[in-house]
């Protein structure tokens, strides 16, 4: 197992267009959140699936972004119409319940982003 | 609403030095607290994590404590060297979901 891979590392656009990024969680992991950071900042929850559920999504998630998570496997986050306040470090994470305690999330393991730049 | 507050904002130390960071939460009724290590530009890798019910955790030079009641976690990383350079963030888990809220991180420069 590899941990979570997340693709691409880098992306530059420029404003107004769509972009995706994928993420793989490790492979027995049945949670996947996705958070935002800024330059300084500690990162910023947007979205949760439990398997291909999404439970819950932040604010900070506005009617430009989806994530998806077909079959509860990889999951995907769309910014539709990006503008410069999008460019950040979009990372991804996964989880697993902790061992003994009944649906309480366990240790999060985070892949090692992807940026995004907006010109 | 949860807040989480880390301070210092940076640290400097000279080799060898024990380091002590720092971490605060609002609101005791945390399920977790994890420790995390982030270099400039990569993702973050996890250190220590401390479920509710435990005082500390230990992995080698590093060790956290986490008091509830205060709101409180402390890392300790003894015997600091240069590579232990870097930000150091902690999260509070407010809910069951493993959700994490985090503060801002702690930048350590360990000197030669």
């Known amino acids: 197992d590899t941990g979570v891979s997340q693709d691409p590392r880098h992306k530059i656009t420029k404003r107004g267009q769509n972009v995706t990024f994928r993420c793989d969680p490790i492979s027995e992991h049945n949670r996947l959140y996705w958070y935002r950071q800024t330059l300084g900042q500690g990162p910023e929850f947007l979205t949760y699936?439990?398997?291909?559920?999404?439970?819950?999504k932040s604010r900070l998630l506005s009617d430009r972004f989806s994530a998806e998570r077909p079959k509860g496997s990889f999951s995907t986050l769309e910014i539709q119409r990006t503008e410069q306040g999008d460019s950040a470090m979009y990372l991804c994470?996964?989880?697993?319940?902790?061992?003994?305690?009944?649906?309480?999330?366990?240790?999060?393991?985070f892949g090692e982003g992807s940026r995004l730049t907006v010109l | 609403k949860q807040e989480v507050t880390q301070i210092p904002a940076a640290l400097s130390v000279p080799e060898g030095e024990n380091l002590v960071l720092n971490c605060s939460f609002t609101?005791?009724?945390?399920?977790?607290l994890q420790w995390f290590r982030q270099d400039p530009g990569k993702g973050l890798t996890s250190l220590l994590l401390?479920?509710?019910?435990?005082r500390e955790q230990t992995s080698g030079r590093l060790n956290a404590s986490l008091d509830k009641s205060s709101g409180r976690s402390t890392l300790y990383i003894a015997a600091s060297q240069p590579g232990d350079s870097a930000t150091y963030l902690c999260a509070a888990t407010p809910d069951s979901w493993g959700k994490l809220q985090f503060g801002a991180g702690t930048q350590v420069v360990v000197t030669p």
């Open positions: 994470a996964s989880s697993f319940p902790s061992p003994g305690l009944a649906g309480v999330g366990g240790e999060l393991f």
């Open positions: 401390i479920q509710s019910s435990q």
């Open positions: 609101d005791s009724a945390i399920y977790n």
């Open positions: 699936f439990q398997n291909e559920a999404q439970l819950e």
